[in-house]
């Protein structure tokens, strides 16, 4: 999983292009992400303390978390009065529940995943 897959997930939620959805369709959030594991993974490269850097992840890992829990909704509340969605209604509310208030990118990534083959799965399009 990658920061585009991030952005798409989040196009495909609010149906828009680049930097659209008030600027949540944009790969910076979960660059940080990635930067701030990557400094953690590597302390001696940063001036900043252990502890400054596993802070640095857990905001960074909350952002993407919620941006992807925002988009999920955002899907869930276009498709709830779709018949034919009920099977994947709960699934997006149990893939809330996983991600809410997550840090760990690889659950994250995992999450971005399964939503966003269930987005495909109800047709919901970026611009």
Do not use: W
Not at 17 to 25: L, S
Not at 33 to 38: F, H, I, M, Q, S
Not at 62 to 81: Q, R, S
Request: charged share 40%; hydrophobic share 40%.
């Amino acid at each position: 999983m990658d920061a585009m897959s991030y952005e798409f997930l989040i196009r495909r939620a609010y149906h828009c292009g680049r930097h659209g959805a008030k600027g949540k369709a944009d790969t910076r959030d979960y660059h940080e992400l990635e930067r701030a594991v990557r400094q953690c993974n590597s302390p001696e490269t940063s001036t900043k303390s252990k502890e400054e850097l596993e802070y640095d992840v857990r905001v960074a890992g909350t952002k993407v978390a919620l941006g992807v829990e925002d988009a999920i909704k955002k899907a869930m509340a276009e498709v709830k009065y779709d018949a034919d969605a009920k099977e994947e209604i709960k699934i997006l509310e149990e893939l809330i529940k996983k991600v809410s208030l997550q840090r760990d990118i690889k659950v994250i990534n995992e999450v971005i995943e399964e939503a966003m083959n269930i987005f495909i799965k109800l047709k919901l399009e970026a611009i």
